[in-house]
């Protein structure tokens, strides 16, 4: 579902979910939140809630082995909520505490593409680290999303609020179905989520008013105009097969449902798109401001 308001677009769908592994990779004085709330999410996943897979890093190899495991197992039939409990710098990506090794947010995202890919585009990611919504900087129109939905602070968050709302998010999820109010009722008071079809429309956006308009969008033009001369071989073309390619190329450049179905397929793995070409008009026409799309 799409609908509009006065202040941007809102989208649902529904998705289904069944595990949470969770990655854990904090000094041993600080794991006393952590394996609280991993006890009672054993517990949770006794009484009927998601079987829960922890998996303890210490090291970058270790990482990364877990995330290609998680990928494999995605094959089978993993649908996983995947919780990355550690410590993050905004320029520097994932600590690693007992190794003290970092791993980039490049490399983090990589991994992240495998694993949402295997899964079919229904990877949940919640990044329970500081600055933990800068690995989004790395999301690229031309490349698949890491997350079908993810879940991270902007920057700094506070152990107390992890302890007191992490559980209550898995316990809302158990029992709604929903992922998207669980995580408005809890998480959601220090984190933002991002959700693929909405990063998907504003990425589009951008990319229509940025390439498809202005010097920029006759740049491309022309570019393309060489490359299909080149490539029909027309060294010297009249007057009038040059005007027959521009128009053909004023079409092809200018925003349209072409510009959706050219970067969906690969960007949203498969899953169609929610919205179309009249729908992101409506947001197109309307005067541009300055904060709504960054």
């Not at 920057?155 to 559980?167: C, N």
Request: hydrophobic share 40%.
């Amino acid at each position: 579902m799409i609908s509009f308001s006065s202040t941007g677009v809102t989208m649902s769908e529904t998705l289904q979910t069944n595990a949470i592994v969770w990655i854990h990779s904090l000094p041993e004085d600080q794991m006393g939140p952590t394996r609280r709330i991993i006890e009672d999410l054993e517990g949770l996943a006794a009484n009927g809630g998601h079987s829960l897979i922890e998996r303890p890093v210490a090291n970058r190899d270790e990482l990364l082995s877990v995330l290609r495991q998680c990928a494999q197992d995605a094959h089978g039939g993993l649908r996983p909520i995947l919780h990355i409990d550690a410590h993050g710098t905004q320029q520097e990506g994932l600590l690693l505490a007992p190794s003290g090794e970092r791993v980039g947010w490049i490399e983090i995202t990589e991994a992240l593409r495998a694993m949402n890919t295997a899964t079919q585009n229904n990877l949940i990611c919640v990044f329970a680290l500081c600055f933990g919504l800068h690995m989004y900087a790395q999301v690229r129109l031309s490349k698949a999303v890491p997350a079908y939905m993810f879940f991270a602070p902007e920057k700094e968050i506070k152990v107390g609020f992890l302890e007191d709302q992490t559980l209550a998010f898995y316990r809302e999820i158990n029992s709604t179905g929903n992922v998207t109010s669980a995580f408005e009722a809890t998480l959601g008071g220090g984190m933002v989520s991002f959700h693929c079809q909405g990063l998907f429309f504003q990425a589009l956006l951008r990319y229509c008013r940025m390439e498809c308009s202005g010097r920029k969008q006759r740049d491309r033009q022309e570019r393309l105009l060489t490359a299909i001369l080149k490539r029909d071989r027309m060294q010297h073309p009249t007057s009038a097969q040059l005007k027959e390619v521009r128009k053909q190329l004023k079409s092809l450049v200018a925003p349209g449902q072409h510009v959706i179905d050219r970067f969906a397929p690969l960007f949203l793995i498969g899953r169609a798109p929610m919205f179309t070409f009249n729908d992101m008009r409506q947001i197109l026409d309307r005067p541009r401001r300055r904060s709504a799309f960054p």
